[in-house]
């Protein structure tokens, strides 16, 4: 039993906000028949019930179907909420069905009226009750005038059938009147929260097409820099090949130069790419830090940033704004949180950049699968380090990189590139080469013909 529930409560917290208030709203929808039912239906009708058996026969049947009433538009909730909100068809099936039940009660009121089965007045409330169930349905079938037209029919074909079982006093406006009144809930209370969560849905569709939308841009962007960059290099590299292959068939000295020049357009096209590259995977801190904001705020979560990157390196901003970004989407994700607080403080010769929040979903984050193994990989680069901790309902996220000037293996090989590149073209060893960038091992004589 206790697995169960915490499976229910990782289900919940695994549902998007926009799915929390439409699960909301539909339980709230399934339960407004029922307690219709036993404060207007079956209740009043039944303590006003003369003892006699054809009333007691005709108000137990007319209960009976009042539950199956609400037991069918519990049923039917569901499909004509998806045709409302255009993710089906309309259920006309369950709508005639539906239409049926209500016609019958309304005939069981009258025939209950036409014995004087109960008590003066008191068949009103079963009369207001009957056509609830079949409002609420059609609410979200059918537009507005459709609704209110139909309705304006039964009540006229109503107050015409009382006034043919004998009531020709003010009970007739009485009975036009709650019918109204029956009506107009069930118009209301569906058709605005349902007119409510279609606009939801909507706003969550703009936000996903806006960042899609963002995700082409970006990468237009990158193609058309690459283009950009490569177009002519390639181009010039084409050209100076084809001239130095016609020269060497030729004989001519000519042809070492052309082939210099492809190596040195070639060794340019690198740099270039690397700078297209770096300047596409870093991630500006304070943006990062901005959006977050944003974001947690614009879902109702309370989002305090204290610390600025000012000054910090861009590798250690970028290593960070990753960290922010996957910290933000894990609350919104993951977890139920009011309250979220992000801290950057700068100690010594450390960087330390702090998330915590107070919504730590069930189980842990790595049971739900937060990407905290992606993070690491990240920090790595930059020697960075991650921990995390959970309890009492909050979760605290901290990365921890230090600052350049500190010695360690990165720090080291990175600034050598440069120098060892310089030294293998004075013809020096291709050690610091090799070092700086052990996945590209060549054997000596190549590298001896890279210098060259």
């Known amino acids: 039993m206790v697995g169960r529930i915490r499976g229910l409560q990782r289900g919940w917290h695994e549902r998007s906000k926009i799915e929390k208030v439409e699960f909301q709203s539909m339980t709230m929808w399934h339960v407004m028949p029922w307690l219709f039912f036993f404060s207007w239906g079956s209740v009043p009708l039944g303590v006003s019930l003369r003892q006699e058996p054809l009333p007691l026969v005709l108000g137990c049947t007319l209960i009976g179907l009042a539950v199956v009433q609400c037991v069918h538009v519990n049923r039917t909730l569901a499909r004509s909420l998806d045709h409302y909100l255009n993710r089906a068809e309309p259920p006309r099936r369950d709508l005639a069905v539906s239409l049926a039940l209500m016609v019958t009660v309304l005939g069981l009121t009258l025939a209950l009226q036409a014995a ?24 979200f079938a059918v537009p507005i005038r459709t609704f209110l037209i139909r309705f304006a029919v039964i009540g006229a074909a109503m107050v015409a059938g009382f006034a043919a079982v004998g009531v020709h006093d003010g009970r007739l406006i009485g009975t036009a009147l709650v019918i109204v009144f029956g009506a ?38 990158f193609g058309r820099d690459l283009h950009d960059v490569m177009g002519r290099n390639l181009a010039v590299i ?25 190596q040195r357009i070639a060794r340019e096209s690198q740099r270039e790419v690397r700078e297209v590259v770096r300047g596409y995977r870093e991630v500006d801190l304070a943006v990062e830090l901005a959006g977050a ?23 250690v901003q970028s290593a960070f704004g990753w960290v922010v970004r996957e910290a933000a989407t894990n609350v919104l994700r993951h977890g139920d949180a009011g309250r979220c607080d992000i801290a950057l403080a700068v100690t010594g010769e450390r960087t330390t950049l702090t998330v915590e929040n107070d919504g730590a979903p069930e189980g842990g984050p ?7 193994a992606g993070l690491r990989e990240r920090l790595a680069v930059v020697d960075g380090v991650l921990d995390f901790a959970s309890g009492g309902g909050k979760f605290r996220l901290s990365a921890e990189v230090p600052l350049p000037g500190s010695s360690g293996p990165e720090a080291e090989a990175v600034p050598a590139l440069p120098q060892a590149l310089d030294s293998a073209r004075a013809g020096e060893t291709p050690l610091a080469l090799r070092n700086a960038c052990p996945q590209h091992e060549q054997p000596e004589q190549e590298w001896a013909e890279v210098a060259r």
């Open 184 to 221: 107009l809930v069930s118009l209301l209370s569906s058709r605005c929260g349902a007119w409510t969560l279609s606009v939801m849905w909507e706003a969550d569709r703009s936000r996903e097409v806006e960042a899609r939308l963002a995700v082409a841009e970006e990468r237009l962007r």
């Open 293 to 315: 904001q944003g974001v947690l705020e614009a879902a109702g979560i309370d989002c305090r940033v204290a610390g600025s990157p000012a000054g910090l390196p861009a590798a």
């Open 366 to 372: 790595e049971r739900a699968g937060s990407g905290l």
């Open 238 to 262: 084409a050209l100076k090949s084809e001239l130095a292959v016609q020269l060497a068939r030729r004989g001519r000295a000519e042809a070492v130069d052309q082939m210099v020049e492809v």
């Open 116 to 139: 004087d089965g109960a008590k003066e007045g008191m068949l009103t409330f079963p009369t207001m009750f009957a056509v609830m169930p079949y409002g609420q349905s059609l609410a």
